[in-house]
């Protein structure tokens, strides 16, 4: 009755264990893509090109690089212009190496005495490369606001 007992503290154990790795898995998931947004509002190019490896974004019907986003936002440089991204994550599952998320982006621009909002649903994939994660692929659909 001890070893049944002994086993079943150790199997439970373990599930924990296995449960907090992946909730410790899912927040750093969770804030590699929130750094990347931070970096993309501060046009750190050098941070962004850290945090992604081989990144492929789905951006208006085309399919981007990193260095395709960065020539786009290139223009940025410079201006008064001040970015705030603000992500809901709606799902982040983890598998072994890869993890993907679904979370909404809204995006708050002012600059020129003008301000703008964007939303865009989003999905990412990441793969934890030397134990961080990385941004492998991006996929943005912008949201329009429906008529009444």
């Not at 924990?16 to 931070?38: G, R, S």
């Not at 981007?64 to 970015?83: F, Y």
């Not at 989003?122 to 961080?132: A, F, I, Y």
Request: no cysteine; aromatic share 10%.
């Amino acid at each position: 009755m001890k070893k049944i007992i002994f086993s079943l503290l150790l199997v439970l154990a373990f599930l924990n264990l296995n449960a907090q790795q992946k909730t410790v898995d899912q927040k750093e998931a969770q804030e590699t893509v929130i750094k990347f947004f931070d970096a993309m509002s501060a046009l750190d190019f050098d941070k962004m090109r850290f945090l992604t490896q081989n990144i492929k974004l789905v951006e208006y019907g085309e399919v981007w690089n990193i260095d395709t986003l960065i020539d786009a936002m290139k223009p940025s440089v410079g201006k008064n212009e001040k970015r705030i991204n603000t992500l809901v994550f709606l799902a982040t599952e983890i598998k072994q190496n890869t993890a993907w998320l679904i979370y909404n982006n809204t995006a708050d621009f002012e600059g020129d005495g003008k301000k703008k909002r964007f939303k865009w649903l989003e999905s990412v994939v990441l793969v934890k490369d030397e134990g961080k994660w990385k941004i492998s692929l991006l996929h943005s659909t912008l949201l329009r606001d429906k008529p009444n």
